[in-house]
């Protein structure tokens, strides 16, 4: 299997220097140049680990048994055997997918993704570093995923004042010697830009051997599409999911579960006030707007980086990096319809928000983070087709403040989460600017500290 640019100027990889690049050299995503077709009747039965080496098999160049190994180990302790849950409710079901170390849906991509670099890493006596931009819940997640791997430093850029403040405990808490935490000045599209314009420089990111785990990395992907694959496994029904989403990875997770033969009846997108792609998929036109902070910070984005693989996936192909051009200089790009099952997409107000966690509590007795609210709220608005999958993305203690807002009393929260509070944290501020974070990792990689 071999990887290529959307932008169509770099030269075709496999899948483990896609992996290792994560963007490619052209500004472009990695997409594979075939999308394999699921053999169902060899899943039925499998339990999570064993179906993700199976499911990504086809699209790795690592010989099945040492896949097999890393999925049982990303799958194994770290989720005590519950790794996506499906919990059912009046509507259908919940698929719960906060039970990794950092209580969101970014664990189950990268505990496997930390390890796979860490593997591919070995196998060359290199290493690399991962500069990451989160609006919240991936920079924990990244973080946590090289604890352990020697091979790997993880620097997360996150913007000041826009992630919840345990969000930000949980990164800025993690004193290990390979983890480092930037706290920038702006927005995450801000964190998001500089990590492009840092990755199109060929030589600085040679030279610094930067390496991606946010979505821009397509085996972040396959390994989120998986609990899709599941999904259609455990219920035996035609995919019918609402998928919360700010960058656009987790849906498109699901439409490439899609394309590999998952039977889908219906893919729903739900986003919050920061509703570029939610307008995107009603007009048919990708137009920047003004990034609002709102209760569901994930989703507080303003460019979605995934819709570009989507462009080209679906039919865009050589016309995307005209497409993608023209967005960077005006801010708005106009596509023909592409290709897909039915797709829809909703948004929810912070009122919105505040009344879907009300009402789902006082309904089911469960308390849900905001941004299953907002997927939650967009579900019960859509006409019944059936069964509906809600994605829950994060643990409610994530959000005490917003749960507490919702329910109108204090909100104990996760008792592992609320222990953070009394720890030291460690992060450097700076502005955000290309300039300022280059200048930072070439001191510390001048210094011999951590970065070689």
Known sequence: ??????????????????????????????????????????????????????VMAPFCDIPEPDLKALCEDAYGPAYGGAVAPLRSDPWGHVLELFHGPTFSFKDVALQFLGRLLNYILTRRQGHCNLLVATSGDTGSAALQSVVGC????????????????????????????????????????????????????????????????NSVNFARLLAQSVYYVWIYLQTGEPLQVVVPTGNFGNFLSAWLAYRMGVPTRRLALATNENDIVHRYFRDGVYERGPVHETLAPAMDIQVASNLERFFFMAGGGDRVAEWMAQFEQTGRVETPRLEGPEMVSGSASRAEILQAIRDYHEQVGVVLCPHTAVAWHVARRLPRLGSEVVVATAHPGKFPEAVAEALGRPYPGHPALEALRDRPRRAVALPAEAGAVRKWLEGLSDSGENLP
């Open 150 to 213: 020697p091979r790997l430093r993880a620097v997360v850029m996150y913007p000041k004042g826009r992630v919840s403040s345990l969000q930000e405990r949980q990164m800025t808490t993690l004193l290990e010697p390979n983890t480092y935490c930037l706290e920038l000045e702006g927005t995450f599209d801000d964190c998001q830009a500089i990590l492009k314009e840092l990755n199109r420089d060929a030589d600085f990111k040679q030279r610094l051997r930067l390496g991606a785990v």
């Open 1 to 54: 299997m071999r990887y290529w640019s959307t932008r169509g100027l770099a030269a075709p990889v496999g899948f483990q220097e896609a992996t290792l690049q994560g963007l490619a050299g052209d500004g472009g995503l990695f997409v594979p140049e075939t999308l394999p077709q699921l053999d169902f009747p060899a899943l039925k039965g499998l339990d999570y680990p064993q179906l993700a080496w199976r």
